[in-house]
């Protein structure tokens, strides 16, 4: 069980380019088996709301059922059933992750000057 919650503590989360989720995230929260990801444009600090519902959408898609929340229905929530595995949480947070990392907008080029 202690492995199971390591994988999906908030602090184990982190996108396929190998850094922690906060690109998009304002916060990340949770306790147990419990976690919202409150997702805010990156540039203008504000409730990215097509982003949640795109992410929602994409994995959907996918067979991920997440939920949605939050004041602004900005916020992620992941709340799998008290029988997950290891391997199914472990597959549950790559899907979460590999959505995320095309849902996240990319740095925008420089312009030459």
Do not use: W, Y
Not at 17 to 28: C, K, L, W
């Amino acid at each position: 069980m202690d492995d199971l919650m390591n994988c999906l503590t908030a602090n184990s989360i982190s996108t396929s380019r190998g850094s922690p989720i906060t690109m998009a995230t304002a916060e990340v929260r949770g306790t147990g088996l419990i976690l919202g990801f409150e997702l805010i444009e990156p540039k203008a600090k504000v409730p990215a709301v097509a982003a949640t519902n795109a992410v929602l959408a994409q994995c959907r898609e996918r067979g991920l059922l997440i939920g949605k929340g939050g004041l602004l229905g900005n916020v992620l929530r992941v709340t799998p059933p008290m029988t997950v595995t290891l391997h199914e949480a472990r597959q549950a947070l790559g899907m979460l992750d590999d959505v995320l990392a095309r849902i996240t907008p990319q740095a925008e080029p420089q312009a030459d000057a």
